[in-house]
């Protein structure tokens, strides 16, 4: 195997034996991107001769006796993280050229570690869709069918992953932006619960439900990836205070008696049938580990959407109005000051993000607000609801993490509809603030692969880590490997 086919643990392991150094595997990696990345676009900006510097740093500090888990690995991270002087550009031409003056707490403390950033991945445009075909730099593809979408919006992140580009990768999920690209990839995707990561430095799409989280090749890689980057900060207030566990330590625990709740609401008429299947396999197979099923009801979820749509948009409309062409991004002249404030947001954003921030400023709008904003706060109380009443009767929720393989591209990009239904079953989630991991259980007939929802008790990510790592050790989906053509 080349050092770019390795993950994070064997690359810690080679490192720390001296088998290999950080500066070699982050030239195979640089190799693989220049390789394969020209036709598939999982990059919107590749750190090369800083990546081979701080290689060569993390090399020197193993030398002199550290040996950080993170300690020269060579890490991607969504276009929505800001990186100190290097170029984040939320896939939008309204921030082209922005260079951040400062660094997100995540890669900061990715930083202190030492890792290695090989570079920007693509995304949906603001993290604003399923497909990563709302990008500005036009749309990344699936490793395991080209003529297919990798999911979004960490459509790049997912791809570079699966492409092997990068050992590992963060995104971030506000209704399912990790799991559902993690899904449609082949990858293991991870939503903390919200607040357990630091959204300090993420540009804000929608704050109460936004979370970064990792994109890696297996369960163990994204419980050391996470206990990186996991932890209170003073620079959001949001951030919660509860301490971190030991991600890695939940790897190889047993699950037997662990009650699993198959929730009828997430088996739908319409959903794939391929798909279907897998993932009732999945729960085959995790009976045959232990695992108790138990049947449950979330009444709710049939509103989870149409809550997430207008609460996620209200917030966007809020958030994105600080790209005005005033203080940073791009700025195109008018004839006065609101001429320059619309000649500029006209071209400096993509469709779905102005049909967002247009179905926001309605929503929030005099009039609106006790119909739409209000009565959607109130049902997504009662979303929540469904989750605290499901875990007391079990441990983990299990679901698909789409109800669909990932579709040809441009299928759905003129059905605003059918697109948001993509991620009809990890929207939920994110409204009711809990953690959730997607992982490998299958293929379609064509190839295509499935994935496998586990839902946890809010900052209870360890079951979810130790359930999903039993279920991948035994089912060995994630030793397949797409073929990725130069």
């Known amino acids: 195997m080349k050092p770019y086919e390795k993950n994070i643990s064997e690359c810690r392991d080679m490192l720390r034996s001296g088998e290999v150094s950080s500066v070699e595997i982050t030239k195979s990696v640089l190799e693989r991107i220049a390789e394969v990345d020209g036709r598939l676009n999982a990059f919107i900006t590749v750190n090369g001769e800083a990546a081979l510097a701080q290689a060569e740093a993390a090399d020197r500090r193993r030398a002199g006796g550290e040996s950080a888990p993170l300690l020269g690995i060579p890490l991607a991270i ?5 990186t100190q002087g290097v170029r984040t550009t ?26 290695v950033l090989v570079g920007k991945t693509n995304m949906d445009e603001f993290a604003m869709g399923s497909s990563t075909e709302n990008s500005a730099f036009g749309p990344s593809k699936n490793p395991w069918n080209t003529e297919c979408a990798p999911g979004g919006s960490s459509g790049g992140s997912a791809f570079a992953v699966a492409a092997d580009e990068c050992i590992a990768a963060l995104g971030s999920d506000t209704g399912g932006s990790i799991r559902q690209p993690a899904a449609f990839c082949g990858v293991v995707g991870m939503k903390p619960t919200y607040g357990r990561v630091s959204r300090y430095g993420l540009v804000a799409f929608a704050s109460s439900l936004d979370q970064i989280g990792p994109i890696t090749k297996t369960v163990k890689d994204a419980a050391i990836l996470l206990s990186a980057i996991a932890g209170p900060d003073s620079h959001d207030s949001t951030c919660a205070a509860n301490p971190v566990a ?23 008429e319409g959903m794939d049938a ?32 149409a809550t997430y749509y207008l609460i996620a948009t209200s917030e966007a409309s809020s958030n994105l109005a600080r790209f005005d062409g005033v203080r940073y991004g791009a700025r195109v002249k008018g004839d006065d000051l609101i001429d320059m404030y619309r000649k500029t947001r006209s071209a400096g954003f993509g469709a779905e993000v102005k049909r967002r921030i247009m179905l926001g400023t309605y929503a929030l709008s005099s009039g609106y607000y006790d119909a739409y904003y209000l009565k959607a706060q109130k049902v997504r109380t009662l979303i ?14 299990v679901c698909p993490t789409s109800p669909m393989p990932p579709f040809r591209i441009g299928d759905k990009i003129d059905d605003p509809l059918q697109m948001y239904l993509a991620d009809i079953f990890t929207i939920a989630l994110n409204l ?18 499935v994935g496998l929802q586990l839902m946890g008790r809010p900052f209870d990510e360890e079951t979810l880590f130790s359930a999903a790592h039993a279920y991948e050790q035994s089912a060995g989906w994630t030793s397949r490997k797409p073929e990725v053509a130069a």
């Open 384 to 397: 929540k609801q469904d989750f605290d009443m499901a875990f007391k009767q079990v441990d983990v929720v």
């Open 246 to 268: 030991d991600y890695e330590a939940a790897i190889g625990r047993e699950i037997k008696g662990l009650k699993i709740g198959i929730p009828r609401q997430y088996f739908i």
């Open 78 to 82: 969504k276009d929505n993280l800001c």
């Open 90 to 115: 939320c896939a939008s031409k309204i921030l082209d050229n922005f260079i951040p003056p400062y660094e997100s707490t995540a890669t900061a403390l990715l930083a202190k570690q030492g890792y």
């Open 432 to 449: 009711a603030g809990g953690p959730g991991i997607s992982v490998p259980c299958g293929f379609t007939s064509s190839g295509l692969p």
């Open 274 to 305: 391929e798909v279907e299947g897998s993932v009732k396999s999945a729960i085959a197979q995790l009976e045959s580990l232990g695992a108790v099923p138990v049947e449950i009801e979330m009444p709710h979820t049939d509103y989870a959407v």
